[in-house]
Nanobody, 120 residues
């Protein structure tokens, strides 16, 4: 079974920083795009950032210049460095990955979510 396990959430003051990490474990044949989504209360889940195997990235406009996504292909991990955090960044952050558990079709997996709260 494949699991995505997140860590690094918490409470931070506006202007502060947090680093989220996610590790894919279990029976994994290959990993493709990895990313982070977030969902604030009463809002739809949105893509925050994603990174492809080759390193190309996409960010939602509201986090450009403040957040940086990175990955370690050898360890099947993805991280999100969040700087200059704002109250509107408060949400549950979910790790997401497209991967093959076996040499077959690509499947999409979600982590359990980690709470990020930006408040003074």
């Amino acid at each position: 079974q494949v699991q995505l396990v997140e860590s690094g959430g918490g409470l931070v003051q506006p202007g502060g920083s947090l680093r989220l990490s996610c590790a894919a474990s279990g029976s994994i044949f290959s990993v493709y795009t990895m990313g982070w989504y977030r969902q604030a209360p009463g809002k739809q889940r949105e893509l925050v950032a994603r990174i492809r195997t080759g390193g190309s990235t996409n960010y939602v406009d509201s986090v450009k210049g403040r957040f940086t996504i990175s990955r370690d292909n050898a360890k099947n991990t993805v991280s999100l460095q969040m700087n200059s955090l704002k109250p509107e960044d408060t949400a549950v952050y979910y790790c997401n990955a497209d991967l093959k558990p076996t040499p077959g079709e690509i499947r999409n997996y979600w982590g359990q979510g980690t709470q990020v709260t930006v408040s003074s």
